[in-house]
């Protein structure tokens, strides 16, 4: 069986390796002369021209992404040399916030909260009720809720110093805006999944080596393709339910036919080909599908990379004050990283604005949080379509979109928010179809 995967991003690399353990011939055509897609490395250099290996955004990984993990082991990614495992912290430079120990669930939660810095006992008290609250009735809320009615009963500190950053972070949604049902779902994968679950897995490697160019090694020793710089145009239907991607006309020559398409590209433009199918007869699901993935709506993500010789952190991340003129929400060490010393990775999740003036405010709150008036600007990468916008009762497209032709990818109908792990999940899901 021949099978043709368009994109190769996270969910497109692991759906490829699902279909060649299936025992089927995968071809992946991919747009860019990388792999990756969003979570991807990018080239960059320092203030005196010292080459720098950059991502397109500074990405977390939680220890409940057991099918992430999973796959960075098949393809032979070290995954303790990988990723650097720390407890779940959201510390504030000045010593301020939330560390958990490393105990099993509840009892890290529990003490994580009970020894939180700078939340008075009204704060604590209220956040262990509303969480028991939920656990009570099974992490589940009606759809339309949103987390900030979901919170409404904790105090306005935990609302700023705890919530918001979370939801922002997971969901990459504000919270007045984003799906109490989806964060809920979160927070029972990661808090209740098992010891080590809520642990933080920080990136020591560039994304890319991170897993989808190891996955792309790993597909080309079975047997698969990998064709980068190979953007597909549309799709045409063949007699028999087979397809033929057509190239763009910067590609080679034409790949042939098909048994079956995994779309793994994102979903403005997975909606375009299906778009582009809606006319031909036998084919009517196509305008339905396309109609539900092109109503969603995105949110951008900001990463912000400065420089100072010198320039290090108490702690790998740490969570930053943010308010409109000083828009980061997370800081990271890259020094504490990858070894890139002086490297900071500035994170403006839900970001909104002009590039110049996010990268010029968030100087300023480096100099006013951190203490760090010297930092140099390296590169400032705003991804406008980071995420789809994770809004209570959003309906997402489903994985089967005609006879031959399925979707995966973060915005898939699934359980996650837009994430590495929810990409990988439904990439592996998809390969079942076929
Ligand atoms: C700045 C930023 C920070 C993030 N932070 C986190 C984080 O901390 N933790 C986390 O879990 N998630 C994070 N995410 C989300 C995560 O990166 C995405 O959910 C995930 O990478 C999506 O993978 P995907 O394979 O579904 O889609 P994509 O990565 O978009 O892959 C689609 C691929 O298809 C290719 N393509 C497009 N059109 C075509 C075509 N016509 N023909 C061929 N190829 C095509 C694209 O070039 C791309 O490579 C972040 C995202 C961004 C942008």
Redesign the pocket.
């Known amino acids: 069986m021949k099978v043709a995967v368009?994109?190769?991003?996270?969910?497109?690399m692991a759906a490829a390796i699902a279909h060649v353990q299936a025992g089927r011939l995968v071809t992946v055509?991919?747009?860019?002369r990388t792999?990756?897609?969003?979570?991807?490395a990018v080239p960059g250099a320092l203030p005196d021209g010292t080459p720098a290996t950059l991502d397109?955004?500074?990405?977390?990984?939680i220890g409940a992404?057991a099918e992430s993990l999973r796959l960075m082991r098949l393809v032979g990614v070290d995954i303790d040399t990988a990723l650097l495992r720390l407890p779940l912290t959201l510390q504030f430079p000045d010593g301020q916030g939330l560390q958990l120990p490393d105990l099993p669930p509840p009892l890290d939660a529990l003490l994580g909260i009970a020894r939180a810095k700078g939340w008075g006992w009204r704060d604590k008290l209220a956040l262990l009720r509303t969480a028991t609250a939920w656990q009570l009735r099974g992490f589940r809320c009606a759809p339309a809720t949103s987390v900030a009615a979901l919170c409404a009963p904790l105090t306005p500190r935990l609302m700023t110093e705890f919530i918001d950053p979370l939801c922002v972070?997971a969901l990459?949604t504000p919270a007045n805006q984003a799906s109490g049902q989806v964060f809920l779902r979160v927070l029972q994968d990661s808090l209740f999944s098992g010891r080590g679950g809520s642990n933080l897995l920080l990136p020591r490697a560039d994304l890319g080596a991170l897993f989808p160019e190891a996955a792309a090694r790993w597909l080309q020793q079975q047997g698969g393709q990998v064709l980068t710089g190979?953007?597909?145009?549309r799709l045409q239907p063949l007699p028999g339910g087979r397809w033929q991607p057509v190239v763009a006309a910067n590609g080679t020559e034409e790949p042939g036919a098909f048994d079956h398409v995994t779309l793994?590209?994102?979903s403005w433009?997975a909606s375009r080909?299906v778009e582009g199918l809606a006319g031909t007869a036998g084919l009517a699901g196509a305008a339905r599908w396309s109609a539900t993935t092109s109503a969603l709506r995105f949110e951008a993500?900001t990463?912000v990379y400065a420089h100072a010789l010198g320039a290090h952190l108490p702690l790998p991340m740490l969570a930053l004050r943010n308010t409109a003129a000083h828009p980061a929400q997370f800081v990271f060490d890259r020094g504490q990283l990858d070894g890139q010393h002086g490297l900071l990775a500035f994170?403006v999740s839900a970001s909104d604005g002009d590039r110049a003036l996010i990268e010029q405010q968030v100087l300023q709150q480096a100099a006013a949080q951190l203490g760090l008036p010297g930092l140099q600007p390296v590169q400032t990468?705003v991804?406008k379509r980071?995420?789809f916008a994770c809004t209570p009762g959003l309906q997402r497209p489903g994985m089967q979109v005609l006879p031959g032709l399925a979707a995966?990818?973060?915005?898939v109908d699934g359980p996650y928010p837009?994430?590495?792990?929810?990409?990988v999940l439904?990439?592996t899901a998809v390969a079942a179809l076929a």
């Open positions: 368009i994109g190769a991003g996270w969910a497109g055509f991919e747009a860019a792999v990756g897609g969003r979570a991807r397109n955004g500074q990405h977390i990984l992404y972070s990459n190979q953007r597909i145009q793994a590209c994102p433009e080909l993500i990463t994170v990468v991804e980071a995420t995966c990818g973060d915005y837009a994430t590495l792990e929810g990409a439904s990439g």
